[in-house]
């Protein structure tokens, strides 16, 4: 049974296990963020801070990263993952690496994201250290500890603001020594699109979620309700972006984000209709690539205005 669904997700062995464990198309959601918040302090104070950048980048990957990990390690532990379990690494229950060694990598790549922080914190404030502290334990709740936010209705919320508003505040802050209300504005369509990546993941698994008594907003609401409830977020941030355009807070440039639409559309076109996890698992993709292709034409035309 495991080998049938390796074939039909196209698992393949080797290092490929390591990297399905870090769930790559989830990783837009940690790089987007860095990017355009420090996009913003270039155009907006000609900052430019290569190593900040760098430093912010990788410490936000290793964090996602490990969040990743840790879900991988506890829905197994908890029972929810099993061989047939589709949107997940498949490195315990199909490709036997023993549990405890995804959880202990999962506490390196904290490790590593600390080193980073400590790297930002000296060169610009310590109270870096108490948010991104804040930030990995909140990864860490996300599935672990006695009541996981992924299996309540906030998990959008938390992950929305986290890797949405707080990693491009922290970007820019780091960059300029203060944070902005613009930046935070034009931090709103992102942490709507990271929101709408978790959404799609647990449409997909709404089914065995439900079965395992998780409380999420698409069974609270129903499949039908909540791929509706997905095409309102993308409405919500393409309207936002339009009129953070029309007042100046985005550059004119920044329409040519708007060639992301149809990526967006094709994403609702793939969830309805399907019941199944494996049918699925093209728009959840998709839904991480709406998103990364959005924000980065967003730091492009951040980059061009400055140019042009």
Same mark, same amino acid.
């Given at each position: 049974? @495991?080998?049938?669904?390796?074939?039909? #997700?196209?698992?393949?062995?080797?290092?490929?296990?390591?990297?399905?464990?870090?769930? $790559?198309?989830?990783?837009?959601?940690?790089?987007?963020?860095?990017?355009?918040? +420090?996009?913003?302090?270039?155009?907006?104070?000609?900052?430019?801070?290569? /190593?900040?950048?760098?430093?912010?980048? !990788?410490?936000?990957?290793?964090?996602?990263?490990?969040?990743?990990?840790?879900? =991988?390690y506890y829905d197994y532990a908890r029972g929810l993952d099993n061989e047939k379990s589709v949107g997940i690494g498949g490195t315990i229950v199909r490709d036997g690496i023993q549990p405890k060694t995804v959880l202990n990598l999962a506490f390196v790549f904290f490790f590593l994201a600390i080193l980073l922080g400590v790297y930002i914190c000296m060169a610009t404030?310590?109270?870096?250290?108490?948010?991104?502290?804040?930030?990995?334990?909140?990864?860490?709740?996300? +599935?672990?500890? $006695?009541?996981?936010?992924?299996? +309540? $209705?906030?998990? =959008?919320?938390?992950?929305?603001?986290?890797?949405?508003? %707080? *990693?491009? @505040?922290?970007? !820019?802050?780091?960059?300029?020594?203060?944070?902005?209300?613009?930046?935070?504005?034009?931090?709103?369509?992102? @942490?709507?699109?990271?929101?709408?990546?978790?959404? &799609?993941?647990?449409?997909? /698994? #709404?089914?065995? /979620?439900?079965?395992?008594?998780?409380?999420?907003?698409?069974?609270?609401?129903?499949?039908?309700? &909540? *791929?509706?409830?997905?095409?309102?977020?993308?409405?919500?941030?393409?309207?936002?972006?339009?009129?953070?355009? &029309?007042?100046?807070?985005?550059? %004119?440039?920044?329409?040519?984000?708007?060639?992301?639409?149809?990526? @967006?559309? /094709?994403?609702?076109?793939? !969830?309805?209709?399907? +019941?199944? $996890?494996? =049918?699925?698992?093209?728009?959840?993709?998709?839904?991480?690539?709406?998103?990364?292709?959005?924000?980065?034409? *967003?730091?492009?035309?951040?980059?061009?205005?400055?140019?042009?």
């Amino acid at each position: 049974m @495991a080998e049938d669904i390796k074939k039909q #997700l196209n698992e393949r062995d080797g290092w490929q296990v390591w990297w399905r464990l870090l769930r $790559p198309h989830t990783l837009t959601a940690s790089f987007i963020p860095v990017f355009i918040g +420090t996009m913003f302090a270039y155009i907006s104070e000609d900052i430019f801070l290569v /190593d900040l950048f760098l430093a912010m980048m !990788f410490a936000s990957i290793l964090i996602q990263s490990a969040t990743n990990m840790f879900n =991988e390690y506890y829905d197994y532990a908890r029972g929810l993952d099993n061989e047939k379990s589709v949107g997940i690494g498949g490195t315990i229950v199909r490709d036997g690496i023993q549990p405890k060694t995804v959880l202990n990598l999962a506490f390196v790549f904290f490790f590593l994201a600390i080193l980073l922080g400590v790297y930002i914190c000296m060169a610009t404030s310590w109270w870096i250290a108490a948010i991104g502290a804040v930030s990995m334990l909140i990864g860490y709740l996300y +599935t672990g500890g $006695p009541i996981p936010i992924a299996y +309540t $209705p906030f998990g =959008e919320l938390s992950a929305g603001l986290l890797m949405g508003t %707080v *990693i491009i @505040a922290i970007s !820019f802050y780091i960059q300029t020594g203060f944070v902005s209300g613009n930046v935070l504005l034009i931090s709103i369509p992102i @942490a709507i699109f990271i929101a709408a990546i978790l959404l &799609a993941n647990n449409i997909r /698994d #709404l089914d065995g /979620d439900k079965e395992n008594g998780r409380k999420t907003i698409a069974i609270l609401i129903g499949r039908k309700n &909540a *791929i509706i409830f997905l095409a309102i977020l993308f409405i919500t941030a393409y309207v936002s972006t339009a009129i953070f355009i &029309a007042l100046g807070i985005l550059p %004119v440039w920044a329409f040519i984000s708007f060639l992301s639409i149809k990526m @967006a559309i /094709d994403v609702i076109k793939g !969830f309805k209709g399907k +019941t199944k $996890p494996i =049918e699925m698992m093209p728009a959840m993709i998709a839904t991480g690539k709406t998103n990364s292709i959005y924000g980065i034409l *967003i730091g492009i035309s951040l980059v061009l205005s400055k140019i042009f």
